[in-house]
C-alpha cells in the first residue's frame, strides 16, 4: 500500500510540473522548472510540508540572505534593502518559479565580490600601524551590513589588518624562540613579510570566489527552500548525488585518486590503495592535472577549471580509459593512460581490534564502524550489517569477555542495515517505529531469532552519533542490552529520507537533463519505548564530558528542525542479557571520573572551550593582542598532552587480518595510525573499565 501511495504521488508530481511549464529553451527557463519540480516534490511528499505563505517568505528571505553573506564581507545596506523589495513575495514567485530575486542577489553579491578585490589589493599595498587602540567583531551575526562602500571598505581595512597582525605575531613569536643565535628581523621587515603572505591568500580566496558558478548559487538558492522544511530536505545537482553514492557505499567507478584545487590546478592529495591509479604507479601524490581526455580523444585543458567538473571529466564506467597529463614535482609533464575500475574505498568500512582489558587476562573486542554504509547498487557490493556480523565472528573466534562498538562521529545511513544489525544482539523482536506522513506507525523487526553475540556489549556515542547510530543505541538501551557511553546525548535526529530523481518525475525537457535529484524527509522514527530522538537524541546511561560538554549542538541547533513527537510503546523483552546494575556500574565509572586527572583536565578544558567560543572581539593592537594570545597560550598548554600518552597497554590486530594489513605499504601505514590512536584513547579505557565492571558484576 505504502509503495502505490509513493507511486500515485509521484505520478501526479510529473503532471503536475510538466503540465505547469512550457518547452524551456534556455537557463530561467531550467532555473524556474527546477524550482517548480523540487517545491512539487517537497508539497506531494514531504512529512510535514509547510504553507507557502508570508510567514514562509520571511523566513526564506532571512535565511537565504544568511547564507548568501552570513560574514557581511561583500553587501551594504543599500544593497539589503534593494533585496528587501522581495521579501514578502518569495513564495508567489517560487511558487510561480520566478527567480528575479535570486538573479538580484547575485548580480548584487558578485558586485560586492568584485569590489571587495579592489580593496584588499589598495589596502596591502600600504604598511599597517599597530599602535592604535580599535578591534575587530569577527562574528558576521554580531555586526550590522555597511551602511555604503566606504563603512565596507573600512571594515576590510580592519579585517585585513588583523589577517596581518596575527602573522606578525607569530613571526615574533617564532623569532624569540630563536634567541640569540636566530636570524633578528626588524618589526618592519617583519609586516612586510605578512603583508606579502596575506595578499597571496587573498588572491587566491577571491580567485576561488570569482570561480563559483551561477549554478552552484542556484543550488545553494534551491536548498534554502528546502531546509525551510527541515534541515535534511535537500536539493541535490547530479555531481553532488554522485559523492553522497561514493560516501554511502564506499565505491566508486573512476581511477582511485583525491582530487583537491590548487590554483589554476587539480593537484592529487591521495592515491587509493588498490584503486587503478596505485595499480599503474605512474600517477603520485602532488602533481598537478593539467589536461584530461577520454582514451584517444582529444585533451581538455582544465587549468582554472571548477573542481567538479575536473572529476566529472576523470570519472567514468569501469574498463574505459582517462589519460592525464600531470607537471610532476620536478616540472616535467607526463601523460598519464589509467583504465577506470571498481574502487573500494576500505577506510569507511567495520574493522576491529583485539584490547587488553582492565584485568588481566582479559580480552576486550573493538568494533569499530564510522558509518552505516550499503551498495544497494551492486550485487557485491558492501553492507556494513553483513561486515558487522563477519567481524563479530572473528572477534568471537578469539574468545573476547565483551565488545565495544564504537559509533562515535557516526552519522547513520543505512536503515534496513541498522534493523538487522541491531537484531545481532537480541532475539527477534520490535526495534524501531517508522512513521509516514498521513499513516499509522509500522513497527520494524529484526526477524531473525538468532543472537550473534550474547555477551557484555557497551555501544560508544557522542554529539555526532545521528541517526541509525541512535535507533541502535536507543534499541539496545531500551532493551536493556547493553550499556549506552558517551557525550551529553546524541546528535538528535529523528527522521528519515529518500531520494527521489528529477529526471524520472519530469516528462521531456530532455535538452535540460540530468535536473539531479531531491532528498525529501519522508518519515520520523520512534524508539520502541515510543520516545523520539528528534531534538533530544539519546542520553547514554554513563556521560563521559568532552570538549563539547557545555557547547549546544546536535539537530536542535539547526535552522528549523522538526519537533519532538511520541508515539505508543510496543511490547519488547529480551532474554540475551540480564543489565540489572546499570546504576551500580554508574557510580562506578563517576567515582573513577571523579578521581582521575585526565577527565578533570578533560571538563575543565571544555569550560576553556565554551570561554573562547564566545569571545568573537579582537584587538588590533599587536601588543594587546599578543598578551591576549600568550593567556591562551599558557591555558591551553595544561592540556595540551591529555591525549599524548598510550593508556591503554595492549592493543593488537586479529591474526586473521593481518596478511591484508601487509599486503602494502600504504595499509600497513593507516593500520599502525589506527592502533596508535585506540592506544591513546582515554575513553575507551573508561569503557574498558566500565565492560569490566559489566562482566565481574554479572
Given amino acids: 500500500m505504502k509503495r502505490n501511495h509513493i507511486m500515485l504521488s509521484l505520478v501526479a508530481v510529473a503532471i503536475l510540473v510538466a503540465a505547469f511549464f512550457p518547452k524551456p529553451a534556455d537557463q530561467p527557463e531550467k532555473d524556474a522548472l527546477l524550482v517548480r519540480s523540487v517545491l512539487t516534490h517537497l508539497e506531494q511528499l514531504h512529512y510535514h510540508p509547510k504553507a507557502l505563505n508570508d510567514d514562509f517568505s520571511h523566513k526564506l528571505y532571512d535565511l537565504y540572505l544568511d547564507r548568501l553573506d552570513g560574514g557581511k564581507r561583500f553587501l551594504t545596506q543599500q544593497d539589503v534593502a534593494k533585496l528587501a523589495t522581495f521579501r514578502a513575495q518569495l513564495d508567489d514567485q517560487v511558487r510561480a518559479g520566478n527567480i528575479d530575486f535570486f538573479d538580484l542577489s547575485v548580480d548584487l553579491l558578485n558586485t560586492g565580490i568584485k569590489k571587495a578585490g579592489g580593496y584588499y589589493e589598495e589596502i596591502l599595498a600600504t604598511p599597517f600601524s599597530f599602535d592604535q587602540n580599535e578591534n575587530l567583531e569577527l562574528d558576521g551575526e554580531k555586526r550590522t551590513y555597511a551602511k555604503n562602500d566606504a563603512e565596507l571598505r573600512e571594515y576590510w581595512r580592519k579585517y585585513l589588518k588583523y589577517e596581518v597582525m596575527t602573522r606578525v605575531a607569530e613571526k615574533l613569536d617564532e623569532q624569540e624562540k630563536l634567541g640569540e643565535e636566530g636570524e633578528k628581523l626588524s618589526l618592519e ?76 590546478f587539480t593537484k592529487v592529495v591521495e592515491v587509493v590503495v588498490g584503486g587503478p591509479a596505485w595499480k599503474q604507479k605512474d ?73 587488553d582489558g582492565a584485568a588481566a587476562g582479559e580480552k576486550i573486542g573493538y568494533l569499530y564502524l564510522p558509518r552505516f554504509y550499503a551498495d544497494f547498487e551492486n550485487k557485491d557490493g ?97 532493551y536493556g542490552r547493553a550499556v549506552i ?8 535526529k529523528g527522521t528519515v529520507q529518500r531520494f527521489y530523481n528529477l529526471d524520472q518525475s519530469v ?153 591484508s594489513i601487509h599486503a602494502d605499504e600504504s595499509k600497513k601505514a593507516r593500520n599502525e595510525d589506527f592502533v596508535t590512536s585506540v592506544a591513546k584513547d582515554v575513553y575507551i579505557r573508561e569503557t574498558l573499565n566500565i565492560i569490566h565492571d559489566m562482566i565481574v558484576m554479572k
Avoid at 580566496?205 to 522544511?229: G, P, Q
Avoid at 527541515?230 to 561514493?246: E, G, M, S, V
Avoid at 571548477?306 to 572529476?311: C, G, H, L, T
Wanted: net charge negative; aromatic share 8%; hydrophobic share 35%.
Fill in 382 to 478: 558492501r553492507f556494513c550489517a553483513t561486515d558487522v556480523a563477519l567481524e563479530l565472528e572473528k572477534l568471537k573466534s578469539e574468545d573476547v569477555s565483551g565488545i565495544i562498538l564504537d559509533l562515535r562521529n557516526n552519522g547513520g545511513g543505512s536503515l534496513r542495515d541498522v534493523v538487522k544489525m541491531t537484531g545481532f544482539f537480541v532475539e527477534k523482536g520490535p526495534i524501531v517505529q517508522v512513521k509516514s506522513r498521513g499513516q499509522a506507525p509500522e513497527v520494524l523487526s529484526d526477524v531473525d531469532p538468532r543472537v550473534q553475540y550474547d555477551g557484555p556489549l557497551v555501544v560508544m556515542v557522542n554529539s555526532m552519533s545521528a541517526s541509525a547510530s541512535e535507533i541502535l543505541a536507543a534499541a539496545l538501551q531500551d
Fill in 189 to 264: 621587515e617583519i609586516e612586510t613579510a605578512a603583508r606579502a603572505e596575506t595578499l597571496k591568500t587573498m588572491s587566491q580566496w577571491f580567485e576561488r570566489m570569482n570561480k563559483v558558478k551561477r549554478d552552484d548559487r542556484f543550488s545553494y538558492f534551491l536548498n534554502t527552500i528546502t531546509n525551510l522544511f527541515d534541515p535534511h530536505t535537500d536539493y541535490l545537482a547530479p555531481i553532488d548525488k554522485q559523492n553522497f553514492n561514493i560516501r554511502f557505499s564506499g565505491r566508486l567507478e573512476g581511477i582511485g585518486a583525491r582530487l583537491q584545487t590548487d590554483g589554476d
Fill in 485 to 492: 557511553v558517551g557525550s551529553n546525548s546524541t546528535f538528535g
Fill in 507 to 659: 516528462s521531456g525537457f530532455k535538452e535540460l537533463k540530468p535536473l539531479g535529484e531531491v532528498k525529501v524527509t519522508t518519515q520520523k522514527f520512534y524508539r520502541i519505548n515510543g520516545g523520539s530522538t528528534q531534538l533530544r537524541g539519546v542520553i547514554p546511561d554513563i556521560v563521559l564530558p568532552d570538549a563539547y560538554h557545555f557547547i549546544k549542538t546536535g539537530e536542535k541547533e539547526e535552522n528549523y528542525p522538526m519537533e519532538w513527537t511520541e508515539l505508543p510503546s510496543v511490547p519488547y523483552q529480551q532474554k540475551v542479557y540480564n543489565l540489572k546494575n546499570v546504576k551500580e556500574i554508574k557510580a562506578r565509572s563517576n567515582s573513577r571520573l571523579e578521581k582521575s586527572e585526565v577527565f578533570g583536565q578533560i571538563y575543565r578544558n571544555a569550560r576553556r572551550f565554551e570561554q573562547q567560543r564566545d569571545q568573537s572581539v579582537f584587538p588590533l593592537q599587536l601588543d594587546a593582542y599578543r598578551s591576549m594570545m600568550k593567556d591562551r597560550e599558557v591555558a591551553s598548554k595544561q592540556f595540551e598532552d591529555l591525549f599524548k600518552d598510550k593508556v591503554i597497554s595492549g592493543v593488537f590486530n586479529l591474526e586473521v587480518d593481518l596478511p
Fill in 283 to 355: 600517477l603520485e601524490e602532488n602533481d598537478l592535472i593539467v589536461k584530461v581526455s577520454q582514451g584517444d580523444g582529444e585533451p581538455v585543458d582544465v587549468a582554472g577549471m571548477d573542481i567538479n567538473e575536473v572529476v566529472s571529466l576523470v570519472r567514468g564506467e569501469k574498463g574505459t580509459e582517462v589519460r592525464l597529463t600531470v607537471k610532476k614535482k620536478d616540472g616535467t609533464f607526463k601523460v598519464i593512460p589509467i583504465v577506470r575500475d571498481v574502487v573500494i574505498l576500505e577506510e569507511g568500512f567495520a574493522k576491529s581490534l583485539i584490547l
